[in-house]
C-alpha cells in the first residue's frame, strides 16, 4: 500500500488534490497525516465539490467517540482554519461543500430550516468504515452499500423523469387542447438508456449549468433581469442587460465553456434571448418549489395560506403559502409561489385548484384547512374559491389565519365602498410616517403637545405609532386617539416655510389630511371602532396561547349573541356612534354632511328628506354589523368548532378542565387520519392518566409545539396524529418564529423590489434562497424539454433594451 506524506500544518499537496476522492482513507502517523492512494479511483474533489475530502483526520478508531465534536468542526480544526471556528456544523455543510451524500443516512437531518444539514454526531462513511456496526438500524447490514455509476445514472435519469413530468404538467394547462394526447403518449413512454455524453453534449450542458448559475445568483440576490431602459440611453449607445452584464463578468473571470462559446460574438449581440431566459427561470422555479413540496408530501397533511393580492410587473397575483409539520415536529409555513389573479371568482376557483394539484402536485385529499388573506374587495371572489373547494374536499376547513388579527381580517371583508376607501387611507397615513424618522419625530411632538396634560397616554401613542399599529386588534381605537394628532401633524407638514419637507411628502400630507378629515372617513372609523369592539377580546385570544384558543372557541355563542342584540336594537346603538362621530367631526373642525356622490345622486328628488344619521345607518352600520355575524359563523362552522375542541388534547388544557375531557367525541372528523382510530378511546384515557398522576416536578406542556416534542409521544399513535392535524389548522399560531419565515421573506421581497422589477419566478429563488437546488436536475430536465433549442451556437439575436419579461 502506498502511503504520500502530508504536512498537517500546511495542508495537502497540490499534486494530491486532484486524486483525492470520496473513498479517501487517513490515518494518523505522529504529527503527520497520511493518504491512501488505492481507493483513490473514483471522482475528484473537484467535481464533487466536497471539501470533505480534503479533510485531514485522525485516525479511524477515533471517529466512533460519541464524545467528539462534530465532524465539520473536527475538520476545522484539524485544517486549522480559524476563518471558520465559529461556524456550525450545518453551516459547514451548507456554505463549504461538506457533502451530506458522503454520511450514513440516519445522520442527515433532511428537515431543519438549511433543508439538508448534518446531525451533532454525524461521522462521515468515507472515514468511519464501523459507522454500519454502531448504527442500531444498520446493525444486520454486512457492508455499506456503494452505489455503482449505473446505478447513480438511473436515480438520476428517475429525477430528470419526475421534472421532466411536472414541466410538461405545466404546458397542458396553457394547452388544454392538447391534454389528451400528452396524457396519451406519458403512457408509451419509456425510460432511455443512458449512454455516455459526447463531447459536443458535454460542452452544451456545462455552457447551460454557467447559464442557470447566473440565473440562480440573480434570484438571491434580488437582481432583476433587466438593466438599462432602452429610452433611457442616447440613440445609438448599446447597454447590456443585467443577466448578460453577469455572464460577461463570468467570462472575463476565466469560464472558458464561455468564452469559447461567444468569443467570435459581438458585443452587441444578445448572448442568451429572452424566451430562454424565461424558460430556464420556470424550470428553476419548479425545481426549487419541488423541494418544500417533496416534504409537505412526506407529511401528508397540510393547509394552504394565501396572502394579498400583488402587483408584479403591471399584473395581479396571489401569493400561495403552505403550512406542514416536517419530520422533526416542526410547524412550517413556507412560500411555494404566485398565482396569477383572475377577476371572475368561478374561473379563479378552477385555477387555483388546477395549479395545486396538477401543476404542483399536492393532494388536496390531505388538505385540512384554507385561508385567505385579502385586501379590501377581493374577500367575496376568495370566499367563491373557499366554497368551491369545500364542496370537493369537505375537510378542508375554511378558518381565519394566524397572522392577521380577526377585527382587521373583519373590517377588510366588509363589502362597503367605504370601509374599503378608509382603509386604503389609514394604511397610507401609516406609510407615509414610516418613510422617514424625522416624520415620526414630527408626530411625537405632536402627540407631546396635544396629551401633555396625560404623559402616560401620549407614552403609549408614541410607541404604538412605531409599530405595525394598522395590523392590532385595537385598530380603530388607536386611530380615534390619534386623528387629531395626525390632522395637526400633516397639516404642520404641508404648511411648513422652513422647506424641510420636500414637494413629495408635502403633497402626501395635504392630500392625506383632507381625506382624513372628511366626515364619511370619521363617522366609518368611529362605527367600525363600536361594531368590532365585540369581537376584539375574541380575536385576541385567538392569537393568545393554545388553552386561550381552546376557551375562545367555547365563547363564541356568547359573541354572536351580542351582535344579535346589536342589530335588534340597531337604532339605539347606532344614534350613541352617530353622535361619538359628530362630537369628533366638531374637535376636528368637520362639516357634518352626507356624502357628495349621494348628494348629486338626489338633485332634483324633492321628496329625498333623508338625514345623515339614517344615511350611515342604513348604508354602514346595519351592513357591517350582518356581516360580522355571517362571517364569524362562516369562518367558525360547526367542523371548525370542532376541531378546536381537540385542543384539549393539549396537557395544560387538560389540566384547566380537571381532566374531565372528552375528546373522542369531537374526533369523528379526523377518524380516517388516524393509524388505529379503534382504539383512540382507551389511548384518549392513558393520555390523560399519564399527566393527571405526574409527578410534582413535571410541568404541563402548554402548546401542540411543545406535546409534539415530547420523547414518548409516539407511543401514543392516535394522539400523535391528532395533534399533527390540528396544530396545521391556519388559525394556530407558528409556535416558532424561525419556521414562519416564508411569510416575512415575502414581504421584505415585495418591499424591496419595485414594481415593475418583480418576478414570480425569481421572486421563488430569493424568498427561498436556502433550498438547495440540483444544477446537473435542471440543465437535464431543459434539455429534454426543450431538445430544438439545445443547439444554439448561431441563436444569436440583436439586444433590445427595452424588452421586458413580465411573466419571467
Not at 412526506?298 to 401569493?319: K, N, R
Amino acid at each position: 500500500m502506498k502511503w504520500i506524506e502530508v504536512d498537517h500544518r500546511h495542508g495537502f499537496r497540490k499534486d494530491v488534490l486532484a486524486y483525492v476522492s470520496t473513498m479517501a482513507l487517513v490515518r494518523a502517523r505522529g504529527r503527520q497525516w497520511f493518504i491512501c492512494l488505492r481507493e483513490l479511483q473514483h471522482c475528484s474533489a473537484i467535481n464533487c465539490k466536497c471539501q470533505a475530502m480534503l479533510l485531514l483526520w485522525p485516525s479511524s478508531a477515533a471517529c466512533c467517540r460519541g464524545d467528539l465534536l462534530s465532524l465539520c468542526q473536527r475538520w476545522v480544526e484539524n485544517c486549522r482554519r480559524a476563518d471558520l471556528e465559529d461556524k456550525t456544523p450545518d453551516q459547514l455543510n451548507k456554505h463549504y461543500r461538506l457533502c451530506a451524500k458522503h454520511f450514513e443516512t440516519s445522520m442527515i437531518c433532511r428537515s431543519s430550516p438549511y433543508r439538508t444539514v448534518l446531525r451533532d454526531n454525524a461521522v462521515p462513511t468515507i472515514f468511519d468504515l464501523t459507522s454500519h456496526l454502531n448504527n442500531p438500524h444498520s446493525r444486520h447490514r454486512k457492508r455499506i452499500k456503494e452505489l455503482s455509476e449505473d446505478e447513480i445514472r438511473t436515480l438520476k435519469q428517475q429525477k430528470i423523469d419526475e421534472a421532466f413530468e411536472r414541466e410538461q404538467a405545466t404546458q397542458e394547462l396553457n394547452e388544454s387542447n392538447a391534454q389528451n394526447t400528452v396524457s396519451e403518449e406519458g403512457g408509451e413512454e419509456q425510460e432511455e438508456e443512458a449512454t455516455p455524453l459526447t463531447l459536443e453534449e458535454r460542452e452544451n450542458k456545462d455552457y447551460l449549468k454557467s447559464l442557470f448559475e447566473i440565473l440562480i445568483l440573480m434570484g438571491k440576490q434580488n437582481i432583476p433581469l433587466d438593466g438599462h431602459n432602452a429610452d433611457e440611453l442616447p440613440e445609438g449607445i448599446f447597454a447590456s442587460d443585467n443577466f448578460q452584464a453577469l455572464l460577461e463578468c463570468r467570462i472575463n473571470a476565466g469560464d472558458e465553456v464561455l468564452r469559447k462559446r461567444f468569443e467570435m460574438t459581438a458585443v452587441n449581440l444578445e448572448y442568451c434571448s429572452k424566451t430562454q431566459q424565461k424558460q430556464m427561470l420556470e424550470i428553476c422555479e419548479s425545481c426549487i418549489r419541488e423541494e418544500t413540496l417533496r416534504e409537505v408530501r412526506d407529511s401528508h397533511f397540510f393547509s394552504i395560506v394565501t396572502d394579498e393580492v400583488v402587483d408584479i410587473a403591471g399584473e395581479e397575483h396571489l401569493p400561495v403559502l403552505v403550512r406542514f409539520v416536517d419530520d422533526s415536529h416542526n410547524l412550517r409555513e413556507e412560500f411555494i409561489g404566485f398565482l396569477p389573479y383572475e377577476a371572475d371568482p368561478d374561473i379563479l376557483a378552477v385555477k387555483f385548484h388546477t395549479t395545486i394539484t396538477e401543476k404542483w402536485g399536492l393532494n388536496m385529499e390531505y388538505c385540512r384547512g384554507q385561508a385567505y388573506i385579502v385586501s379590501s374587495g377581493f374577500a367575496s371572489k376568495m370566499k367563491v374559491v373557499a366554497t368551491r373547494l369545500l364542496e370537493k374536499y369537505p375537510q378542508a376547513v375554511y378558518t381565519l389565519c394566524s397572522s392577521c388579527a380577526l377585527n382587521i381580517w373583519l373590517a377588510k371583508s366588509v363589502p362597503v365602498v367605504g370601509v374599503s376607501a378608509a382603509l386604503g387611507t389609514i394604511e397610507e397615513v401609516c406609510c407615509l410616517f414610516r418613510q422617514s424618522p424625522q416624520l415620526l419625530e414630527e408626530l411625537d411632538n405632536t402627540i407631546s403637545v396635544l396629551f401633555q396634560n396625560n404623559k402616560e397616554k401620549s407614552n403609549e401613542l408614541k410607541e404604538i405609532c412605531r409599530s405595525q399599529w394598522t395590523g392590532r386588534h385595537d385598530t380603530f381605537e388607536v386611530l380615534v386617539d390619534l386623528i387629531q394628532a395626525l390632522v395637526l401633524c400633516l397639516d404642520a407638514i404641508n404648511s411648513d416655510s422652513s422647506v424641510r419637507w420636500n414637494n413629495f411628502i408635502a403633497g402626501r400630507a395635504f392630500v392625506l389630511s383632507s381625506a382624513i378629515t372628511d366626515f364619511d372617513f370619521i363617522v366609518t372609523i368611529v362605527i367600525l371602532k363600536n361594531a368590532l369592539s365585540f369581537t376584539r377580546a375574541f380575536g385576541r385570544n385567538l392569537q393568545g396561547q393554545t388553552s386561550d384558543v381552546f376557551f375562545a372557541a367555547s365563547s363564541l355563542t356568547a359573541v354572536l349573541h351580542s351582535l344579535n342584540e346589536v342589530v335588534e336594537n340597531i337604532d339605539v346603538y347606532h344614534e350613541f356612534w352617530f353622535e361619538e362621530a359628530t362630537n369628533l367631526a366638531a374637535k376636528l373642525d368637520v362639516q357634518i354632511k352626507l356624502p357628495g356622490k349621494f348628494r348629486r345622486a338626489q338633485q332634483g328628488n324633492l321628496d329625498s328628506e333623508i338625514t345623515s344619521e339614517n344615511y350611515y345607518k342604513e348604508i354602514l352600520s346595519i351592513p357591517t354589523l350582518e356581516h360580522i355575524i355571517q362571517e364569524l359563523k362562516d369562518i367558525f362552522s360547526e367542523q371548525h368548532l370542532k376541531a378546536l375542541k381537540c385542543l384539549s388534547l393539549v396537557p395544560s388544557v387538560m389540566g384547566q378542565l380537571k381532566f374531565n375531557t372528552s375528546e373522542e367525541h369531537h374526533a369523528d372528523m379526523y377518524k380516517n387520519d388516524l393509524p388505529n382510530p379503534d382504539t383512540l378511546s382507551a389511548e384518549l384515557h392513558c393520555w390523560r392518566i399519564k399527566w393527571k398522576h405526574r409527578g410534582k416536578d413535571i410541568e404541563l406542556p402548554s402548546t401542540i409545539y411543545e406535546a409534539l416534542h415530547l420523547p414518548d409521544i409516539k407511543f401514543f399513535p392516535n394522539v400523535y396524529a391528532l395533534l399533527k392535524v390540528l396544530s396545521i389548522l391556519p388559525v394556530m399560531k407558528v409556535e416558532n418564529e424561525k419556521y414562519e419565515v416564508g411569510r416575512k421573506r415575502l414581504k421584505a421581497y415585495l418591499k424591496n423590489t419595485l414594481t415593475e422589477q418583480r418576478s414570480s419566478n425569481l421572486a421563488l429563488l430569493n424568498i427561498n434562497f436556502d433550498i438547495k437546488h440540483d444544477l446537473d436536475l435542471m440543465v437535464d430536465t431543459y434539455i429534454k424539454l426543450y431538445p430544438d433549442k439545445v443547439e444554439f451556437q448561431e441563436d444569436f439575436i440583436p439586444s433590445n433594451n427595452s424588452e421586458v419579461t413580465k411573466d419571467a
